[in-house]
């Protein structure tokens, strides 16, 4: 193992190639159909934030049971976090009054 590879096991509970993997292939479309649901119900952000550290615990057990991750990684979790939210709060935009659009 390389010592990116370390730092990354140390930090993130496993590899690089398997955490991106996770994020965008397993949470990736749960956490886009989140942002959806929020954005069509018109919930508050503060659900989404909910919502999307639900989806990082689950991914943090996919980790842990698939791949033989650290489940209780503090940086991956927030690592998944930060990227479910920034994909499911920056699909779509506000687009007048009463509706949402997706971004270009």
Not at 63 to 77: N, Q
């Amino acid at each position: 193992m390389s010592d990116f590879d370390l730092f990354m096991s140390d930090w993130l509970g496993d590899t690089l190639g398997v955490v991106l993997l996770f994020n965008f292939v397993l949470a990736g479309p749960a956490s886009f159909a989140a942002g959806q649901g929020v954005a069509i119900t018109w919930r508050p952000l503060r659900q989404l934030v909910l919502y999307t550290a639900l989806i990082s615990m689950g991914l943090r057990f996919f980790d842990y049971a698939l791949a033989g991750g650290d489940l209780w990684s503090i940086g991956g979790f927030f690592l998944g976090w930060a990227v479910q939210f920034a994909i499911a709060a920056f699909a779509y935009e506000r687009k007048g009054l009463l509706g949402w659009e997706e971004r270009h």
